[in-house]
């Protein structure tokens, strides 16, 4: 019916929340390498991986699209914390 809108439940709008803060801080966390804010930002890091792994296992009752975001969001977060394309010269 029209009007009726799509309904999203705030916990799933508070889980992207959580997922947009875990890119954040591991794309932080790769900014700061070098400068004296390094160790801050990479325990930021590992706290939002830790936080963004746990809602994995918490957005499966919401559905398997939620759970898939989740899943995606700490794969892309583990690759910013990971691979390296700074050019070797």
Known sequence: MPGDGWPISPVVI???GVQLLGLFAAAVAR???GTR???LCQW???LGLGIVGGS???AIQF????AATAAVTLL???MIA???VRQRC
């Open 76 to 78: 892309l977060m583990t």
């Open 82 to 84: 990971v691979v390296d």
């Open 31 to 33: 900014l700061a390498q």
């Open 14 to 16: 508070a889980l992207g």
């Open 56 to 58: 994995c296992g918490y």
């Open 63 to 66: 559905g398997p699209h939620a």
């Open 37 to 39: 804010y390094e160790q």
């Open 44 to 46: 930021a890091c590992m």
